[in-house]
């Protein structure tokens, strides 16, 4: 199975920040990597797919890199609505996998 | 607009077995493979596995392997998931969500979430 190490666990940020969040697979997974949003209570949502392309109708100070191993999700000027649970996922093999979870929160 | 609407919570013994369900609507049912992820509380994504509603193929994680069971009928767009031998851990929220291979085999629209309680 493919590990997804996702970091770091936690980050606190305040509105307008930028903020990065890393994603490390064990073996290459190419492109097959998505990030993913969730808000309390909620199920998740699209952000990013193919490790670049923004999902339609996600603002574009969402923006993701990496190919590979290595995946990076950047939020540029964070607003009240983004702080939330961050997961990656890869799409490269079965079984899927996803990272742990990235928590970001209100500094 | 795409939608998936998945049945209501449950409550179930242990050694039970529940069924949820995952309506779609607002594109070709046929056409998109249904995954399945559960998520216990406080905790991360897990994958349970996938299916191919246009011709009922499916593939489960190693974990889960002799204890789930997905499935369809097309004639009402709807797929099920069933997980039996239930127990505590299987306490979770189960959600079904559309692989998108248009879009890097990403998960692009999910259920609401299925809430199943294991307890005696």
């Known amino acids: 199975d493919i590990q997804m190490t996702q970091s770091p666990s936690s980050l606190s940020a305040s509105v307008g920040d930028s903020v990065t969040i890393t994603c490390r697979a064990s073996q290459s997974i190419s492109n097959y990597l998505s990030w993913y949003q969730q808000k309390p209570g909620k199920a998740p949502e699209l952000l990013i797919y193919s490790a670049t392309s923004l999902q339609s109708g996600v603002p574009s100070r969402f923006g993701g890199s990496g190919s590979g191993t290595d995946f990076t999700l950047t939020i540029s000027g964070l607003q009240p609505e983004d702080f939330a649970i961050y997961y990656c996922q890869q799409s490269y093999s079965n079984p899927i996998t996803f990272g742990q979870g990235t928590r970001l929160e209100v500094k | 607009q795409v939608q998936l609407v998945q049945s209501g919570a449950e409550v179930k013994k242990p050694g039970a077995s529940v069924k949820v369900s995952c309506k779609a609507s607002?594109?070709?049912?046929?056409?998109?493979?249904i995954n399945w992820v559960r998520q216990a509380t406080g905790q991360g994504l897990e994958w349970m596995g996938w299916m191919n509603p246009n011709n009922g193929d499916t593939g489960y994680a190693q974990k889960f392997q002799g204890r789930v069971s997905m499935t369809r009928d097309t004639s009402i767009n709807t797929a099920y998931m069933e997980l039996s031998s239930l127990r505590s851990e299987d306490t979770a929220v189960y959600y079904c969500?559309?692989?998108?291979?248009?879009?890097?085999?990403?998960?692009?629209?999910w259920g609401q979430g299925t809430l199943v309680t294991v307890s005696s």
């Open positions: 969500a559309r692989r998108d291979d248009s879009r890097g085999y990403s998960r692009d629209c």
């Open positions: 607002g594109y070709t049912f046929t056409s998109y493979d």
